[in-house]
């Protein structure tokens, strides 16, 4: 039987779809590239030379992945189940913000304790965060989007003024909290990094929620749920309680990834702590349709690519701006691709 069959394609048709668009993506940047008037082939080496080029470099790019999987997961799970969690963002704020609320109240607590409950305490926010609108929606049909949109401000306007007012840092820049605790504070495997032991607690969450996706008995109701909520209620599956089980783990992991920025990274709680980890974590999932797979891989793609596109602008001229074309030009190739895919198979039935 050929590599390539007919039904090697059928089964694989979304991951090819996924792996041509990228490249497609890819081909176009080197048009801009070139149109800018540099060398496509040095500008793409010296993005990747500047995110994988030595051992500072990875860990570098692996600080910055951490946040992104974590986020890309959280998207992907609820859309999983069938859920919009738009308000990740928001989500991921009140959990930072949380966690830096017990590093500085309950600071004399010792580390053993401290940096559980800190977890648990931002976890715990956000994943309530997102039981609000999941439940208005599953028991009173209001519209979910609207709904996190508009916990998305609130969440992020609260943090902002309790960060510029009653938790106002007293020897800190503008916008942001004292430091935590020290003994809240998770190890950096290098003296300049960020790179911090936070990153075995997400790998640890990152593989459990794999493993429900893609293996267990709750990731098939999920996808049933999300792709046809009636058969599923046939099926004999509660459909509410499965998305609602899937809006709850998306928020946990948002708030579990502001966490980590707070106890890891920046050991305070920041205004501006997310540069939209949740927005391109969103872009990610989209891009290899919620596979949880996928999105670890596309996520760690894109921390490579926006890690070493400094070096890129540097050394070529060409602005980091890049990245963001390629990744959109991605999403909208796999979009058009699996819509035209769809609409073949279609014919192909009717026919």
């Given at each position: ?174 916008g942001s909290t004292d430091k935590i605790a020290e003994a809240m504070r998770l190890t950096h495997f290098q003296l300049f990094g ?10 640890a969450a990152i593989l459990i929620v794999t493993v429900l996706m893609i293996f267990s008995v709750w990731g098939y109701d999920w ?129």
């Amino acid at each position: 039987m050929s590599l390539f069959s007919r039904d090697w394609l059928v089964r694989y048709r979304d991951q090819c779809i996924i792996l041509v668009s990228f490249f497609l993506s890819l081909l176009i940047g080197a048009i801009l590239i070139t149109l800018y008037g540099a060398n496509p082939i040095e500008a793409y080496a010296q993005m990747v030379s500047g995110a994988l080029g030595d051992t500072d470099a990875i860990l570098a790019t692996l600080a910055r992945a951490v946040p992104l999987v974590l986020s890309t997961m959280s998207i992907s799970i609820a859309f999983y189940g069938g859920m919009w969690n738009i308000g990740a963002e928001g989500q991921l704020y009140l959990g930072a913000f949380t966690a830096a609320l017990i590093g500085i109240e309950l600071g004399a607590l010792p580390g053993l304790l401290l940096i559980p409950l800190g977890l648990l305490a931002g976890v715990g926010a956000a994943t309530f965060w997102a039981w609000m609108p999941a439940k208005l929606s599953l028991d009173r049909d209001l519209n979910i989007v609207v709904l996190t949109i508009m916990l998305n401000s609130i969440a992020i306007l609260f943090t902002t003024f309790m960060a510029t007012g009653p938790y106002a840092g007293v020897r800190t820049s503008s916008g942001s909290t004292d430091k935590i605790a020290e003994a809240m504070r998770l190890t950096h495997f290098q003296l300049f990094g960020t790179l911090n032991t936070g990153a075995y607690i997400a790998i640890a969450a990152i593989l459990i929620v794999t493993v429900l996706m893609i293996f267990s008995v709750w990731g098939y109701d999920w996808r049933c749920s999300r792709m046809n909520t009636r058969f599923a209620r046939y099926g004999g599956i509660d459909v509410r309680k499965r998305q609602m089980s899937a809006m709850l783990l998306s928020g946990a992991l948002a708030g579990l990834a502001g966490s980590l920025l707070v106890m890891g990274d920046h050991y305070r709680f920041l205004i501006n702590i997310s540069p939209g980890y949740t927005w391109t974590g969103m872009i990610l999932a989209m891009m290899v349709t919620y596979s949880p797979v996928g999105g670890i891989i596309a996520a760690l793609v894109y921390s490579v690519m926006s890690s070493g596109a400094l070096q890129m602008e540097i050394i070529t001229d060409i602005p980091q701006e890049l990245v963001s074309v390629i990744v959109c030009c991605a999403v909208l190739f796999v979009t058009a691709g699996i819509s035209i895919a769809n609409r073949l198979a279609n014919r192909i039935r009717e026919d």
